[in-house]
């Protein structure tokens, strides 16, 4: 019974229906959009903060000092202190040595190549072997850390002193190709090269040469020098555990603490790595969260703010819409409550049909709200956003509950009617 | 993220059911301004209980607190059970009369248990809205609007049933009771306040092994409530076909509107079980280790296994029953690609974790004790959570391990099964069976078996006579 009042009730007036829709789906869509592009990067932040395995990036103790000019990071000792590159053994001697998958050092500098100035040199290990005491064969080096490095030719050997990657941003600018020769100026020497690969990496990797360690450390004149270590290790992302120990060690039951203490947190790796090697700071890397999450997070009050207004204008449209709605339909209304009906069950016809309303409104607007975050997506981040599923349910909600707000106010007058006045007539 | 709703029903369940059924004997029925104060003791009882979770955090007093509140709750509950055997109207006075007070009270209690529950996980791992954000916190709005209206379905039903809602009361207060009495015990046993006698302890311990299965007690209750409003439910008598139509249909309305109330609190009860069926059978258990192979040493006393069989990058779990009755399990893995056989092989147990053992999940090799992955390359190798190296000789086609290295290994497990021990009675060399020999002695990593105290006196006095001589 109460299905086919609802449904005649739905089908009478079905241009102010469709415009209630309208409005409705108008606000999801905006909401969806917003929505949209926000959960694809704290999605990707969580992965990333809850993945496990994460980089730790070990650099001398004087590089973290902290100088902010104008919130511009100044930090005069910046580039004057390095690590030996035979401390590198020590990080696999920690007592979690066994998680750690590969270490990369690093050494920066500039040189010119050509007439057309300087541009960034990257020194690194490519594949290079690292002898261990418990394990003689021991490689490692970037092509073992960082996967998403993709170099079109091949990759240089760690020994050969003539072998380079050009990033791919340095190659057009230079015009240079597999096995074009530049030679590297540096400021203690020069060396020649054949560019071996075009690297792309999609950061600042891009826009430098990249080449073995050895040769970059003769144009500084930096013998056994690095600037910096990118670990990869095999992590326990932090969790209830390591929280309660955070906040009292003094609460874990014994056996807690055993298991704590034998965990490999990654901050348990960093603090490890720090003590093995002597004055470094070792603090893990997050890429998303420095990237992109730096943008959502400021703007997230923003959005937040264009969906409650987008909400409230919303539920003002419905609500003048279920105003003439109820006005219309006054001497029906009078008719049900003449024939016995309870207020709250006229109530419970006219939520519910706001209640649909609320759904058409938002499956339309989540569709549409979806396109428009990609397009947004392609030109703010140049990627195409992830639809998170959970928006689907969070729209549709959102929507009913919009539908709802502008009914409840309008709704309040079916009370007032009495039926003598309105089948009368003298309304 | 059923977590959170999982520890909503442990928290709350009592509560709501408690006062559903206490409401329904209040002798006025709850109507605005009432209704509102109602609201506002129990949001106090929670800002209050936040407040204190917070103090006592701060002040290293969170045992205190476990013990200081669910005291309070349970001295309550003793007040409303007396108050509940008084006589007819007396006693809705006395009930509206705790109601407020008993509301506050009993907030803070399951809002501070809730919040206990709860503070060591975060709901996110990053501030920007996220899938996982969205369903914790989904996953509390519906454990509230599901527990609001079991509140409400529970006081419509108890008001239905006359007297029997008095039982069920007793009933609920009786299992509150014991569950913040055993908490109150335990934090007294924790403080020092009580003295910790043997018998004390054991009591305590069967209590809190229970706690666990509190709110499948109160869906029992609730499940009793549903029963006992169909049983008392008024029929449409054969009388009644002679009243006018007009009051039948009236009747038979309100028989439906009935029914429907019951089917809904029938079918909340349902879901509420269903959820805690669900973590308790499924979502909170540890991972399950790959059933092990049994294998039995050759003529030689070794065990060869081909590395054929063990190639695919797979974690190939075996057991082997050492002398002394222990389940040694031990696994082979391929620790590079299947072209190029190297194969790990380790005990399945870690020197730091124990025994709990590991398991792979897709490519990922995983210590079940502390959710450590380990770096597949480096298994064989000693140090961090690795898995213990089991000492074997290799050769590209089979891998070949003495049992003598596997008894070593014996210490590492403490899974036993029942066998006859390989090595009796040391001193009169009478055969034993592991389980129920009178004595046995860890010597060097060996258990010994006893059939008497007097050998095990001798063994003990001079173990290296008959260690050396049983070998």
Redesign the interface.
């Known amino acids: 019974m109460f299905f086919r009042l609802l449904r005649q009730s739905f089908l009478a007036g079905r241009r102010r229906k469709v415009l209630a829709v309208v409005t409705v789906s108008l606000a999801a869509a905006l909401i969806t959009t917003l929505f949209d592009l926000s959960v694809d990067v704290g999605d990707k932040m969580a992965r990333e903060m809850k993945s496990y395995g994460s980089n730790i990036h070990v650099v001398p103790k004087s590089e973290v000092v902290h100088a902010g000019v104008d919130g511009v990071g100044y930090n005069p000792l910046s580039g004057r202190d390095f690590l030996d590159e035979k401390s590198l053994v020590d990080i696999k001697e920690i007592f979690w040595r066994n998680n750690i998958t590969g270490i990369a050092p690093f050494l920066k500098t500039t040189a010119t190549i050509g007439p057309r100035g300087a541009v960034p040199v990257i020194g690194t290990y490519f594949n290079h072997p690292l002898p261990l005491p418990d394990d003689e064969n021991y490689r490692t080096g970037v092509t073992l850390i960082n996967g998403y490095w993709n170099v079109t030719g091949r990759w240089p050997r760690d020994d050969a002193s003539d072998e380079a990657l050009a990033g791919i941003a340095v190659a057009e600018e230079r015009g240079l190709s597999v096995g074009s020769r530049v030679t590297l100026q540096g400021t203690a020497g020069a060396a020649t090269v054949v560019i071996t690969g075009i690297l792309s990496t999609g950061t600042d990797e891009d826009g430098a040469i990249v080449a073995p360690l050895a040769i970059v450390q003769t144009i500084t004149g930096l013998a056994g020098k690095v600037q910096s270590v990118e670990v990869a290790a095999l992590t326990v992302p932090e969790n209830e555990l390591s929280r309660k120990a955070g906040r009292d060690k003094e609460a874990l039951t014994p056996m807690e603490y055993d298991l704590w203490y034998c965990t490999a947190y990654v901050s348990t790796i960093a603090h490890q790595i720090e003590e093995a090697v002597v004055n470094v700071s070792a603090r893990p890397v997050w890429q998303v969260a420095s990237g992109q999450g730096v943008v959502i997070g400021k703007i997230q009050f923003l959005m937040l703010v264009v969906t409650i207004a987008a909400f409230l204008s919303a539920a003002v449209g419905v609500s003048s819409l279920m105003n003439t709605t109820i006005t219309e339909r006054a001497k029906e209304i009078g008719l049900m409550k003449a024939l016995g009906a309870a207020d709250w069950e006229i109530f419970l016809l006219f939520l519910s049909e706001a209640t649909v309303i609320g759904l058409i409104g938002g499956l339309v607007g989540s569709a549409v709200g979806s396109g428009l975050s990609q397009l947004v997506g392609l030109t703010v981040f140049g990627s195409v956003v992830a639809i998170p599923w959970i928006g689907l349910p969070v729209v549709i909600v959102t929507a009913v509950f919009i539908a709802l707000a502008g009914s409840i106010v309008p709704c309040r007058a079916i009370a007032r009617l009495l039926p003598v006045e309105v089948l009368y007539g003298r309304h | 993220m059923i977590f959170y709703l999982v520890s909503m029903i442990h928290a709350f369940l009592p509560e709501v059911f408690l006062f559903g059924l206490l409401l329904s004997q209040r002798d006025a029925p709850p109507k605005d301004r009432r209704f509102r104060l109602d609201v506002g003791a129990i949001l106090t009882g929670f800002a209050g209980a936040y407040l204190l979770q917070r103090i006592a955090?701060w002040s290293?007093a969170?045992t205190h607190m476990g013990v200081v509140l669910p005291a309070v709750a349970t001295g309550l509950c003793l007040l409303l059970g007396s108050a509940l055997a008084l006589p007819a109207p007396s006693r809705q006075t006395a009930v509206r009369v705790l109601t407020r007070p008993a509301l506050f009270l009993l907030s803070i209690q399951a809002m501070a248990d809730f919040l206990a529950r709860t503070?060591?996980?975060?709901m996110?791992?990053?501030?920007?809205?996220?899938?996982?954000?969205?369903?914790n916190i989904?996953m509390m709005a519906g454990g509230t609007g599901v527990l609001l209206a079991v509140f409400f379905l529970c006081r419509h039903a108890a008001g239905r049933i006359g007297e029997h809602a008095v039982w069920l009361a007793w009933l609920a207060l009786l299992s509150a009771m014991i569950l913040w009495g055993t908490q109150v015990a335990l934090g007294l046993l924790q403080l020092g306040s009580l003295d910790a006698t043997g018998a004390r302890l054991t009591f305590v311990a069967k209590l809190t092994q229970l706690a666990p299965f509190a709110p499948y007690g109160q869906l029992l209750l609730i499940a009793l409530l549903v029963g006992l409003s169909y049983a008392k439910h008024p029929r449409l008598s054969a009388a009644s076909e002679a009243i006018r139509t007009a009051d039948l249909r009236k009747q038979r309305s309100r028989l439906l509107i009935e029914r429907r109330w019951r089917t809904t609190l029938a079918v909340l009860t349902g879901v509420l079980l269903a959820t805690m069926l669900y973590n308790d059978l499924y979502a909170s258990l540890p991972p399950r280790l790959s059933p092990a192979i049994e294998i039995k040493p050759d003529a030689t006393d070794r065990i060869q296994i081909k590395v054929d069989d063990v190639r695919d990058g797979k974690l190939h779990r075996y057991a082997y029953i050492s002398g002394d009755g222990h389940r040694v399990r031990f696994f082979l893995i391929n620790r590079y690609d299947p072209a190029h056989a190297q194969i790990g092989v380790v005990y399945d147990a870690?020197k730091?974790?124990g025994d709990q053992g590991y398991v792979q999940h897709g490519n990922?090799i995983i210590c079940v004790?502390?959710?450590?992955?380990?770096?597949v390359p480096?298994i064989g190798?000693a140090?961090?959570?690795?898995p213990i190296p089991l000492p074997h000789e290799a050769t590209n086609e089979v891998i070949t391990i003495a049992t003598a290295e596997l008894e070593k290994g014996a210490r590492y497990f403490t899974e036993t099964v029942e066998v006859e021990v390989a090595v009796a009675d040391p001193v009169t060399g009478a055969a034993l069976v592991n389980l129920t020999a009178a004595f046995k002695y860890d010597y060097r990593g060996r258990m010994f078996y006893f059939e008497n105290q007097n050998s095990y006196d001798s063994f003990k006095d001079n173990p290296e006579k008959y260690a050396t001589k049983s070998e």
Do not use: P
């Open positions: 955090l290293h969170t503070t060591d996980r975060t996110t791992s990053t501030a920007v809205v996220n899938t996982e954000l969205i369903l989904g870690c730091l974790c990922e004790a502390c959710n450590v992955r380990i770096f480096s190798k140090g961090g959570c690795n």
